[in-house]
């Protein structure tokens, strides 16, 4: 079994950027693939990042691209989000997952699943 918890969010202004952290416990995920995703209010859960086992590939939605950043270190078992440029549509509970298969991470059906942490982007 893998745990997951989720660390960082929290309230900023339009503009401003958090680094969000996912340290996992109960099995090395070294060879998982990881992602993120988030779920706004009184809407469903869409996909945010994804990244490769060994940190290689990194895929994002449209949404996200050129202002939030995916990495991992696999000798902390931790990946981790960097959000800039935030804005008040990013709003959202961020969950953390982990697959050993990238195909299934991105269509949303991963394996291990965290508990969320709240961003809050103010305009």
């Known amino acids: 079994q893998v745990q997951l918890v989720e660390s960082g969010g929290g309230l900023v202004q339009a503009g401003g950027s958090l680094r969000l952290s996912c340290a996992a416990s109960?099995?090395?995920?070294?060879?998982?693939?990881m992602g993120w995703f988030r779920q706004a209010p009184g809407k469903e859960r869409n996909f945010v990042a994804t990244?490769?086992?060994?940190?290689?590939?990194?895929n994002y939605a449209d949404s996200v691209k050129g202002r939030f950043t995916i990495s991992r270190d696999n000798a902390k078992n931790t990946v981790y989000l960097q959000l800039n440029s935030l804005k008040p549509e990013d709003t959202a509970v961020y969950y953390c997952?982990?697959?050993?298969?990238?195909?299934?991470?991105?269509?949303?059906?991963?394996?291990?699943w965290g508990q969320g942490t709240q961003v809050t982007v103010s305009s």
């Open positions: 997952a982990a697959d050993p298969l990238l195909s299934r991470l991105t269509t949303g059906h991963g394996d291990y």
């Open positions: 109960g099995r090395t995920v070294s060879r998982y693939a």
């Open positions: 990244i490769t086992s060994d940190g290689g590939n990194t």
